[in-house]
């Protein structure tokens, strides 16, 4: 059973968003990171960046494929975990922890409440995996 923590946001694309204040860290979901495999590379934006939501930020390569990652969210990008490019297992072993991605500051907040829920999450996986 995949982790997957109550306070989070989540996309139909397996991303987790954490909101603090304005910004919001994004990774993708442990479901995400078990169905890749060992993850071997992540590329990730520059700090500076805008995306709108759903865009394609950045790629995860693991031992079985190369998965695209998207912004759930608009915004910009204000801070990357640049300590992925030396230790990319972190995504792996931590992804809601040590393995978050980017952090963006938001520039519609209001789109966060078209993300889904915990629960709704689970169910979504749940539905993908029969």
């Known amino acids: 059973m995949a982790n997957i923590p109550d306070d ?3 996309s139909k694309d397996h991303e987790w968003l954490r909101v603090e204040g304005d910004t919001g860290v994004i990774g993708i979901t442990d479901y995400a990171q078990n169905s890749l495999g060992d993850v071997v590379y992540v590329e990730l934006p ?3 960046e805008p995306f709108g939501a ?3 930020f950045g790629t995860v ?3 079985k494929a190369v998965s695209e990652i ?14 992925l ?6 995504v792996n ?7 978050w991605m980017v952090r963006m500051r938001l520039s519609n907040p209001g789109e966060v409440d078209s993300l889904l829920t915990a629960a709704e999450y689970e ?3 749940k539905s993908e995996g029969e």
Request: proline content about 7%; aromatic content about 10%; glycine content about 10%.
């Open 46 to 48: 520059k700090a500076g």
């Open 61 to 63: 390569e693991s031992v």
């Open 70 to 83: 998207f912004t759930p969210v608009s915004g910009e990008v204000v801070e990357v975990n640049d300590a």
């Open 93 to 99: 072993n931590d992804p809601y922890g040590e393995g």
């Open 8 to 10: 989070l946001h989540y």
């Open 123 to 125: 169910d979504f996986t």
């Open 85 to 90: 490019s030396d230790e990319p297992e972190k």
């Open 54 to 56: 759903h865009e394609s």
